[in-house]
């Protein structure tokens, strides 16, 4: 696929590192921000003001792909061999492809056993990356593939790779072409492993000191309540951006504490159920940049702003559905007004995770309560009303 077909490469400029003969790609990035006046009624924004990054329409159906075609082509440029990750199911499925579309290097990916749904699981699989599912959750996973990477010397692709944030950067280049350079009032994003708040962070003030735009939007980034580290730590206990330090004390305190009451991230939005974010610091420093705020919502806030978002027209995974539940949030506090123009990320696409929707709006009261009930959602879906 030549460059020019890419969302990403074409704007190789503000993403230097690669020469042009080593690129990797498969046409990523080719999305679209959608305006959405239904979903802008829900969460209480004027009409025309609510948009949508539609990064679902992605080859591997996440926004994943805009930096795994950035992290692939410099492993190869390092001549890697092979490429791994962890993940909670759409980086494995992103990295599987654009390794099997390179044919030269093998992805091997860990994942914490039971917490992929099936649509990820099939995509690593299906691209023949080595799928290893190891006993504990993402966090556990994590640290596993860190260790293994080092000592066999496997490229690592997670977000902690910078070569990743460098190409999700250009989420926000096409957002402003889409609005003609125009700065949006707010970006929101769900965050996970808080790869994507810190790379628009990056994004903003590149493009700034570039002098390309006048201001810099405010970011929001949304936690699910039950994967609410970053939440917590800005929110309660008061942790900025710090200049880097990683060993802040609130920090490692909260964390002795997780440990300490053996307390593990838990929430339908599996994408994003993660209590030890690897880009904490870089999303201290997004949130400074952008005079960010953070919020979490719990499932059943998901779930109906995820059902909206699909009656509205679009569709997402549930974890993408936090952008929204967390505007339609910050409209009631009052901290974005209906007049602000919102650009919500809808990271993963529709069919990455059916078992919730499935669920969700079932009239069968069994499978509601045993995927739904135990997690505290009471009301169903509009199948049902
Ligand atoms: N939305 C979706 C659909 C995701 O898959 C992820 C992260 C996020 C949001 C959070 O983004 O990490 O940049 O804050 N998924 C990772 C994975 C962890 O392994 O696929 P983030």
Redesign the pocket.
């Known amino acids: 696929v030549p460059m020019r077909f890419s969302g990403v490469w074409r704007f190789h400029e503000l993403l230097p590192f690669a020469p042009h003969d080593k690129i990797v790609t498969v046409g990523e990035g080719q999305t679209l921000l959608q305006q959405a006046d239904e979903v802008a009624k829900y969460v209480g924004v004027n009409p025309g003001q609510l948009h949508l990054q539609y990064e679902g329409m992605n080859p591997s159906g996440?926004?994943?792909d805009n930096g795994m075609c950035a992290a692939v082509t410099h492993a190869g440029m390092m001549e890697a061999k092979r490429a791994a990750?962890?993940?909670?199911?759409?980086?494995?499925a992103s990295l599987a492809l654009y390794c099997s579309a390179t044919r030269a290097m093998k992805a091997v990916i860990f994942i914490g056993s039971g917490k992929i749904s099936y649509g990820k699981l099939s995509q690593a699989l299906d691209y023949g990356a080595l799928t290893i599912q190891i006993a504990g959750d993402?966090d556990d996973a994590m640290i596993r593939v860190k260790e293994i990477a080092k000592e066999l010397g496997i490229y690592l692709v997670n977000?902690v790779n910078p070569f990743r944030l460098e190409g999700q950067k250009t989420i926000m280049f096409r957002v402003l072409e889409a609005l003609r350079w125009e700065v949006p009032d707010w970006i929101v994003?769900?965050?996970?492993?808080?790869?994507?708040?810190s790379a628009f962070g990056k994004a903003f003030s590149e493009l700034y000191q570039h002098g390309l735009i006048d201001r810099i939007p405010r970011l929001a980034v949304i936690n699910a309540r039950g994967a609410n580290t970053l939440y917590e730590l800005v929110q309660n206990h008061g942790v900025r951006w710090n200049g880097g330090d990683v060993s802040m004390t609130s920090i490692t305190q909260y964390n002795d504490a997780m440990d300490r009451d053996g307390k593990r991230a838990d929430t339908i939005a599996s994408?994003?159920e993660?209590n030890r974010?690897v880009?904490l610091n870089k999303c201290l420093r997004a949130l400074e940049v952008m005079d960010g705020v953070v919020r979490e919502v719990d499932d059943q806030q998901i779930l109906d702003a995820k059902a909206q978002v699909g009656a509205g027209g679009f569709g997402c995974?549930p974890?993408?559905a936090a952008s929204v539940a967390g505007t339609k949030l910050l409209r009631s506090e009052g901290v974005i007004a209906p007049s602000d123009r919102v650009v919500c990320i809808l990271?993963?696409h529709e069919l990455?995770d059916p078992t919730a929707t499935v669920a969700y709006h079932t009239s069968d009261k069994e499978l509601f309560d045993k995927t739904l009930g135990s997690r505290g959602v009471t009301e169903a879906g509009f199948a049902n009303r």
Not at 189 to 197: E, K
Request: with cysteine.
């Open positions: 996440s926004f994943k990750c962890a993940s909670t199911g759409n980086t494995s993402f977000s994003v769900p965050g996970g492993n808080l790869g994507n708040s994408a994003i993660i974010p880009n995974e974890a993408s990271t993963g990455k």
